[in-house]
């Protein structure tokens, strides 16, 4: 009960806004699925953070062979092409959250206006599912452990990128795999 009120308080808390961007995922490889971490962190100095998972409990999110999929919220994950069913949630300041959460719960809703797209660290796997490439690429402004944008493949002549546009409509951060 004490964790409910918790989670209530920080949804109440917290104003009803999305995260400042959508995210659009593109796997253009076509050769090649992806399978890594999606990661979600808030540039507030506490940081709670979040990981996308794909077929719970694996903590994978993966992008088929020429799969797409568009974020509007974290909270609406679940409906999208490539559904993120549950996320992985940690804060810092308060452990006791910490967690797995299905897409559509209110820890999940409150996190909206707090944390932002960090980055995908991840594989891309051939049809035996055999790694034949890895790829860290996000935002090195929220997290020194994506210190690059855009990386070329060491073993494949892939390529993979992370953006962010900015319109008068809105920004839309983009991960895009060739």
């Known amino acids: ?26 796997n ?3 050769d090649y699925t992806a399978v ?9 100095p506490y940081k709670p953070y979040m990981y996308a998972i794909g077929t719970y409990p694996s903590t994978n999110y993966t992008i088929p062979i020429n799969g797409y999929s568009y974020y509007e919220h974290f909270d609406t994950s679940g409906t999208a092409n490539i559904p993120i069913l549950y996320w992985n949630y940690g804060d810092p300041l308060n452990p006791s959250t910490a967690g797995t ?3 559509n719960h ?8 707090v944390d932002e797209w960090e980055g995908y660290a991840f594989s891309l796997r051939d049809s035996n599912g ?15 452990g994506f210190l690059q944008s855009s990386q070329s493949g060491y073993n494949t002549p892939s390529f993979a990128e992370w953006f962010t546009i900015s319109s008068g409509s809105g ?3 983009y ?4």
């Open 1 to 26: 009960m004490k964790k409910l009120t918790f989670i209530l308080s920080i949804a109440a808390g917290i104003s009803a806004s999305a995260q400042s961007t959508p995210l659009q995922v593109n």
């Open 28 to 30: 253009y490889n076509p």
């Open 36 to 44: 890594g971490r999606l990661m979600t962190m808030s540039p507030l």
């Open 101 to 103: 959460y299905p897409y």
């Open 106 to 113: 209110p820890l999940i809703t409150a996190v909206n206006s």
């Open 130 to 144: 055999q790694s034949v490439d890895s790829f860290e690429v996000g935002d090195p402004v929220l997290s020194g």
């Open 171 to 173: 920004d839309i951060t």
């Open 175 to 178: 991960l895009q795999i060739y």
